[in-house]
């Protein structure tokens, strides 16, 4: 297929290294930032330009990968009428492309993606359209570029947004806390890595709350009073840890 990609960030370079060893054909890209659209540009071996630039005619794929917030401001593009605008946002309306086409539908990568990262992460994808024809192609299309590819209209999608904010962003947070502690701590963050990678690999086989360990669900007090006093120091740290605690010593309660 000929994919037009909008867009050079994160999802838009990933996914267009991506498209392009699937074996389809990037035929132009285009960004706010012209330059940024020329390197990209370079890499995938096409053209390039900004959104003045006019837009090749002919492509099979429209592909948005810009962010939430532009996704509400289509108006500054030019009209695609009836060809096929695909956008890769987790929290914004397919509807949003009516603006620009008779034809859209969602191609969003539930993964986290890094322009810079020399391997491409294994990516599911939830895909919809505006009609059966649509979600049809768009699946398909989704098919050559990963192994998991599900139908998903909007709030089902959104469902998936929020909880991919809480098992990455939130849990990455956790990680740069607890980074920042070990190192005003003096004690070395790296130690924790096989710990990390044990639970990572635990929760592909397990249900996570079956897994659960620590002070908290075994009510041991006296443990947790000694994190507490340790982390007087640290009240931002201490606070996150009280509450994380409360909200683990109830999930439990309430499940038991």
């Known amino acids: 297929m000929k994919i037009v990609i909008i867009g050079s960030g994160n999802v838009g370079t990933v996914l267009g290294k991506l498209i392009q060893k699937s074996g389809h054909e990037i035929v132009q890209v285009l960004s706010r930032n012209e330059n940024h659209a020329r390197s990209l540009a370079a890499i995938l071996g096409c053209p390039g330009g900004s959104f003045r630039t006019s837009v090749y005619k002919n492509a099979d ?9 532009s996704l509400y401001h289509l108006d500054q593009y030019a009209s695609l009428d009836t060809r096929l605008a695909v956008h ?10 009516n603006k620009i086409s008779e034809n859209f539908g969602i191609l969003y990568p539930l993964q986290s993606l890094n ?26 299309f989704a098919t050559t570029l990963s192994d998991k590819v599900s ?5 089902e999608r959104l469902s998936y947004h929020v909880a991919a904010v809480i098992v990455n962003n939130f849990t990455n947070h956790l990680y740069a806390v ?5 190192r005003k701590q003096n004690i070395d963050f790296t130690c924790l890595f096989p710990l990390i990678r044990e639970t990572t690999e635990r929760i592909k086989e397990h249900p996570p709350a079956e897994l659960q360990t620590g002070p908290a669900i075994r009510e041991d007090i006296y443990t947790l009073g000694k994190h507490l ?16 605690s409360e ?8 499940k038991n």
């Open 88 to 97: 890769t946002a987790g929290s914004v309306s397919k509807d949003e492309l």
């Open 151 to 155: 139908i998903a209209g909007d709030e």
């Open 61 to 69: 794929i429209y592909l948005f990968a810009i962010s939430d917030n």
């Open 247 to 254: 909200s683990i010593l109830k999930f439990h309660q309430k």
């Open 178 to 182: 607890a980074d920042e502690y070990c």
């Open 115 to 140: 322009k810079d990262a020399e391997i491409i992460p294994e990516i599911p994808f939830l895909v919809d359209g505006n009609n059966t024809a649509n979600i049809e192609i768009i699946r398909k």
């Open 229 to 244: 006093q340790v982390l007087s120091t640290h009240p931002d740290l201490k606070y996150l840890y009280l509450k994380l």
